[in-house]
């Protein structure tokens, strides 16, 4: 049943057919034609994937998320970073990259990082005299990164769905995976900028810093409200997302005042199609996963690689090779729900730490993001500058190298992601 199983799943997949749909269909259709069991059963597992309290953060941070975009939030962020490092050599596009991570630490969707920032700033480096491929490529890389700073949506079907590992160590060790991130990528910018002799804006003065960052406060504290009460104890997780909605609200319809009826309705409309089209690719893998184990599948495989692969580093390379290829082809959040229940028992008999397995895996889905021919980011990047994906490809292929450098970092030296969970620990 395995067997026809992954076959009309990649024969779906070959045909376009959504993810879903290659994930539900095929599960049903092994079960039918392959054994004697119920049908209805398949049903129950999908109500059943969906019925745990901490997936009811995943509309909500989508909900926050659209908020912020159109309430203001993301502007004012913007002008924040630009007051903070744009004098700098590359500050224009070293203010693409942090605000990326800002926001994806406010939204956790990558494509809305993608949307919010490059309406705002692609024009910009255009004007600053970076090329279109440069500015596209940064733009498609700088998105990505919210998949591993929290509150990471990724993350969150990780440890609730997946695996049952802690969600909040799962944040903390995401931040640290972030940061290397977006330092090793800060430092290629200054390179090359420093290299080509690029533009830069005049050094903010005192009270255009101070201007800057009494505007964007508001802005500014949502992360600090979202993972100080989550690392307080204060509230979990999934209490985090509700309360990062109301606050996101608040704040753009009273303090920014940018939020009217019409936009509101747009937002929720936008957040219940998006939260729709996440929450039925949950419940579809839930059917695949059950089959899969109930198969024997998962075991199997542990089985063969601690046999055959006694190296954790071996292991990591070829987990990493065989995730970065299918990160060019597959959505992070289908990846993750596909490859996490076959890695992870042999990862275990080979006494590896659960959480740096699942940034590791996170990382690599993340940089599939914009890995052509199929990374998502490409195509929301391709709807700002026009380009098509040969002119994209020189741009990207320079962020590629960049940040599978960072990879590695995460991958072999564990303490860079997870020292702040040895802190807090």
């Not at 200054?190 to 802005?219: C, G, I, Q, V």
Request: with cysteine.
């Amino acid at each position: 049943m395995t067997t026809l199983l992954f076959i009309l799943i990649i024969i779906f997949l070959f045909t376009s057919a959504p993810i879903f749909v290659a994930l539900g269909l095929g599960s049903f259709l092994s079960v039918v034609f392959m054994s004697d069991t119920d049908p209805m059963i398949l049903v129950q597992r999908m109500f059943g994937g969906l019925d745990q309290f901490a997936l009811m953060a995943l509309p909500f941070f989508i909900f926050a998320a659209n908020i912020m975009e159109g309430g203001g939030l993301s502007d004012r962020i913007l002008r924040w970073a630009r007051a903070l490092v744009g004098h700098m050599a590359g500050g224009v596009a070293m203010t693409t990259q942090v605000s990326s991570m800002f926001f994806g630490a406010l939204s956790g969707s990558s494509p809305a990082t993608v949307i919010a920032i490059g309406k705002i700033m692609y024009p910009e480096l255009l004007r600053r005299e970076y090329s279109p491929s440069f500015s596209a490529g940064l733009l498609a890389s700088a998105g990505s990164i919210s998949l591993i700073i929290p509150p990471s949506i990724t993350l969150i079907v990780l440890g609730s769905v997946i695996t049952t590992l802690s969600v909040s160590d799962l944040f903390t060790a995401g931040i640290g995976a972030g940061l290397i991130i977006g330092l090793v990528t800060i430092a290629y910018i200054y390179w090359f900028s420093k290299k080509h002799n690029m533009p830069r804006d005049t050094k903010a003065t005192k009270r255009e810093l101070f201007a800057s960052t009494r505007s964007a406060f508001w802005a500014l504290l949502i992360p600090v409200i979202i993972l100080g009460g989550i690392y307080g104890g204060i509230f979990t997780p999934t209490e985090a997302a509700g309360i990062a909605a109301v606050y996101a609200l608040a704040i753009s319809a009273f303090v920014y005042r940018e939020m009217s009826w019409q936009n509101f309705y747009r937002v929720c409309v936008d957040s219940a199609i998006t939260s729709a089209q996440v929450l039925v690719l949950v419940a579809a893998a839930q059917i695949l996963g059950w089959l899969l184990t109930r198969g024997g599948l998962p075991q199997q495989i542990a089985t063969f690689m601690t046999e055959n692969i006694e190296s954790v580093l071996l292991f990591f390379l070829v987990l990493n090779v065989a995730l970065l290829f299918m990160g060019m082809f597959m959505e992070g959040i289908a990846a993750i729900i596909i490859v996490a229940p076959l890695i992870f028992p042999a990862a275990m008999q080979m006494g590896i730490d659960p959480v740096h397995l699942g940034i590791v895996m996170i990382v690599n889905l993340a940089i599939g993001m914009y890995t052509p021919p199929f990374g998502i980011n490409i195509f929301v990047t391709q709807t700002i500058s026009d380009l098509d994906m040969v002119e994209m490809i020189p741009g990207l292929r320079k962020f590629l190298f960049v940040q599978v450098i960072a990879l590695l970092i995460i991958t072999y030296i564990p303490a860079s992601s997870l020292f702040l969970l040895y802190l807090f620990n």
